[in-house]
């Protein structure tokens, strides 16, 4: 059988239990306070960045799609200047086949022209 004064002992132990439990819903609280406030804080700060980042992302896209138009404008240009480039070559055939047609011509002129300077160095 637990004395008077036991029972006095444990009814203090459980007074101080109550209070060290007190202090420590006390504790819990402001720190959830506390955590819900820094939450508070931290969520106009989020959305601050997220919409920097929407910006710079939407900054960034615009970027993108002029390049992609300047690079689009710049292959239009290259298949233009190709053909061209193309045409040009086909000129320069034909004109290195003209010119090469007269060089054979010109020959046949020349040796031409010596056979009748023969002839006429022979008929003279």
Known sequence: MQTRRDLEREIVQLKEQL???ERNRIDLEEN??????EQQATVPKLQSEVEALREE???RKEECEK???????MATQYARIQR???DLLLRIQEFEKEVNDNKEKLLVLIFSL??????IGCCS
């Not at 959830?32 to 406030?37: N, P, S």
């Not at 010596?114 to 002839?119: A, C, D, G």
């Open 19 to 21: 209070e060290e439990t």
């Open 32 to 37: 959830m306070m506390e955590r819900e406030h």
């Open 57 to 59: 992302l939407h900054g």
């Open 67 to 73: 390049h992609t138009f300047d690079l689009n404008e």
């Open 84 to 86: 061209e480039n193309d």
């Open 114 to 119: 010596w056979k009748l300077k023969l002839l």
